[in-house]
């Protein structure tokens, strides 16, 4: 078992990193969040199997529809700042600023 | 001599004459009423009445007799029975005299109208259904009378129904006192659950009886006796013809309201809450009518705030705790109001219609019986000595300044009594002396007998009236005999200073001042301003409300603030707030951010 907490923990780790440090694109950032999401559900999914106790079985399914919206959220936010700046390059986001 | 059996035979018969000019056509189909014939049915009862009421006098008899019972429910009984006691048997020969003359005076006064014969006969039947109302014993007659007297004056004050504001008075008066009507109710349903009677004299005197029902003839009172929250509805009413205003609005049917207190008087002698409340009421509609009197133009409206005045100084007397005073008070007030309203309505006629006082003067000479009639009315009135004002008002005062009571309702009926004495005397001289402001031709005649019969009649019972009544009927409570010689005279000093203040203010007419607005003017001539508030204030205020709960209240808070555009508005007003703040520096800031995960992550291994 500690292989798989290492796996994921790892992913996560990766995942927020390239979340912080990503360069050129906005979505590029998006996707880092929903690969954050994507390790998080599996060690949720982890955790009935290894405690088992079978009524938090239902937590995954919780979180996974928060991160539908939340993703939803972001690329409603990604498209309107494109829509106003062009593209959702991130150095011209403010570029016309004083 | 047996006393009881005359003393009903002759209300019986009283009774029996007064209703012939409606039994009558039911009889023989020959028989024709006309005004005049109404009017001698109307003495002869006068007549026939004077034999109870110096019965009852001679051998101090009261008597209750009982007809007939209405076997309603098992329990309930309703009996159909009248009470002849000293109330009852005093007011019948004086509503019959007035009535008398009133009807005397509409056959001239009314001669040029199509349908006169009508008009006598519903004079005829208010007066049958106050009369009802005096006599009955119990509640239910009582309440037959009432309701009796209350259609009467709304078919009496719209006679003149093609126009717009007599219609618009009639409904007034019976929409105020269909509010009293639900305090009577209220009083009635209470006595049929407690006491399981509707009789008078069987409820008991030496209990308290509880608030509830007290505020309920208070309220009845109220209405009926146009008292201060309740009273629009009697200027209003001089809309009707002049005979009208003399009957109603004047002597008999304002008056059932305070008879009503003095008939359930010993329910209300126990409970100090309610006999304040009357003092307070009293006093505060006797100052309000008298303060509007003051500016008023039109002659009929002077004479009919100087009833409600009267009629809030019967209820301080009630207040008071002394009902044979206030039952005093509304007989002589009877005589001189009636012979108001009968000289006024003689001037109106002899100027073609003229009621404004401003454009009448100098008509003592030209109409001598009516003037002087007036000047005798309004000396009873203000309560000069000895005349018939005097035995009442004198002593109402007398009993007010020697009682333990509170001071501002003592403040406002001394104030109000000076009052009435400048109105009066504003009243007169406007309209009897100096140069005449009146058109150049007018029927200005007042030779006919018709006219000057019925006032010199009713003037005659002014002077002597109350020598009469206080003479022949001995006091139930013992007066105040005994007080400092300027509370004796409080009521004489007190009107010699409104007549004053009068004869000062008419010098001023006489330098051609030009007459400027200020806030106590307005006050005064408006009415207090109350007719506008609550007339359309109250009704414009509630049928908003009512539209907007109805149909604004679910669409707007639903729709607008709380749902979708109201979640709206508020992320705008947000973001508008905090746009300033944002520098849009991304990478900068999720750089920082995985900067401190990283810095915290480190410190907390140890």
Not at chain 1, 36 to 57: E, R
Not at chain 2, 12 to 27: A, K, Q, V, W
Not at chain 2, 378 to 392: K, Q
Request: with cysteine; net charge positive; charged share 10%.
């Amino acid at each position: 078992m500690t292989f798989l907490h290492l796996s994921f923990y790892s992913a996560f780790t990766l995942s927020s990193l390239g979340l912080a440090f990503h360069r050129m694109h906005l979505i590029s950032a998006l996707l880092c969040l929903e690969s954050m999401m994507l390790s998080m559900y599996i060690a949720l999914s982890m955790w009935p199997i290894q405690t088992q106790m079978t009524s938090s079985t239902l937590m995954p399914i919780l979180m996974l529809a928060f991160s539908a919206c939340e993703a939803g959220a972001g690329l409603a936010i990604l498209v309107a700042s494109t829509r106003t700046h062009g593209s959702d390059q991130l150095h011209n986001l403010n570029l016309l600023q004083c | 001599m047996d006393f009881p059996l005359i003393l009903n035979i002759s209300m019986f018969l009283t009774l029996l004459i007064l209703s012939s000019p409606i039994l009558l056509p039911l009889l023989s189909k020959n028989y024709q009423n006309s005004p005049t014939t109404i009017m001698r049915t109307v003495k002869t009862s006068f007549m026939a009445s004077l034999i109870p009421m110096i019965l009852s006098i001679y051998s101090n008899m009261e008597n209750t007799t009982f007809y007939w019972e209405w076997k309603f429910i098992t329990n309930f009984k309703i009996p159909f029975s009248l009470k002849m006691d000293q109330y009852s048997l005093m007011f019948f020969p004086i509503a019959l005299f007035v009535t008398w003359s009133i009807l005397q005076f509409a056959v001239w006064y009314m001669a040029s109208e199509p349908y006169t014969t009508k008009f006598s006969l519903f004079l005829l039947i208010f007066l049958i259904a106050m009369l009802i109302l005096i006599i009955a014993n119990n509640m239910f007659l009582l309440f037959i009378g009432w309701e009796g007297v209350g259609i009467m004056s709304f078919l009496l004050i719209g006679w003149w129904h093609g126009r717009a504001e007599a219609n618009t008075a009639a409904l007034q008066a019976v929409l105020y006192n269909r509010i009293g009507d639900i305090g009577l109710i209220l009083c009635m349903a209470w006595l049929a659950s407690s006491m399981n009677t509707w009789e008078i004299q069987q409820h008991s005197s030496t209990n308290q009886t509880p608030l509830l029902p007290l505020m309920g003839l208070i309220l009845a009172a109220t209405g009926k006796s146009a008292q201060f929250g309740l009273h629009p509805w009697l200027p209003a009413a001089m809309e009707g013809p002049t005979p009208v205003s003399a009957l109603l609005h004047s002597s008999t049917m304002v008056v059932a309201g305070i008879f009503l207190l003095i008939r359930t008087h010993h329910m209300l002698c126990n409970n100090q809450i309610a006999l304040t409340t009357c003092l307070c009421m009293g006093a505060l509609s006797t100052l309000f009518a008298a303060t509007c009197a003051l500016t008023q133009n039109d002659i009929k409206k002077i004479i009919a705030f100087s009833t409600s005045s009267q009629l809030g100084l019967m209820m301080v007397t009630i207040g008071l705790n002394l009902p044979q005073l206030a039952f005093l008070h509304i007989s002589t007030h009877a005589f001189f109001k009636a012979m108001l309203f009968l000289c006024s309505g003689s001037i109106i006629h002899s100027l073609n219609g003229e009621q404004d006082l401003r454009k009448m003067g100098g008509l003592q000479k030209l109409l001598p019986t009516t003037t002087s009639c007036l000047t005798i009315g309004n000396l009873a009135l203000m309560g000069t000595p000895f005349l018939a004002g005097f035995y009442s008002k004198d002593l109402i005062i007398e009993n007010l300044n020697m009682s333990y009571l509170n001071t501002w309702a003592l403040l406002l009926t001394l104030i109000a009594t000076s009052f009435t004495a400048t109105y009066s005397l504003r009243m007169a001289l406007l309209v009897q002396t100096n140069y005449t402001r009146i058109p150049s031709i007018t029927p200005i005649n007042e030779n006919n007998p018709a006219i000057t019969n019925p006032i010199t009649r009713l003037a005659l019972g002014s002077i002597m009236a109350g020598l009469l009544i206080t003479s022949y009927i001995p006091p139930t409570k013992t007066p105040p005999m005994t007080m400092p010689l300027a509370t004796k005279t409080t009521a004489i000093i007190i009107t010699t200073l409104g007549i004053i203040l009068a004869l000062e203010l008419s010098k001023l007419t006489h330098t051609l001042t030009t007459p400027k607005q200020n806030v106590a003017l307005n006050f005064s001539n408006t009415l207090g301003y109350f007719n506008p508030l609550m007339h359309r204030l109250s009704s414009t205020k509630l049928l908003n409300n009512g539209q907007n709960i109805a149909s604004h209240l679910i669409d707007l808070s639903w729709y607008k603030k709380m749902g979708p555009e109201g979640l709206a508005t508020l992320q705008l007003k947000a973001s508008k707030i905090s746009t300033t703040l944002h520098t849009g520096l991304i990478k900068t800031y999720l750089g920082s951010f995985a900067l401190s995960i990283l810095t915290i992550i480190l410190f907390t291994q140890n």
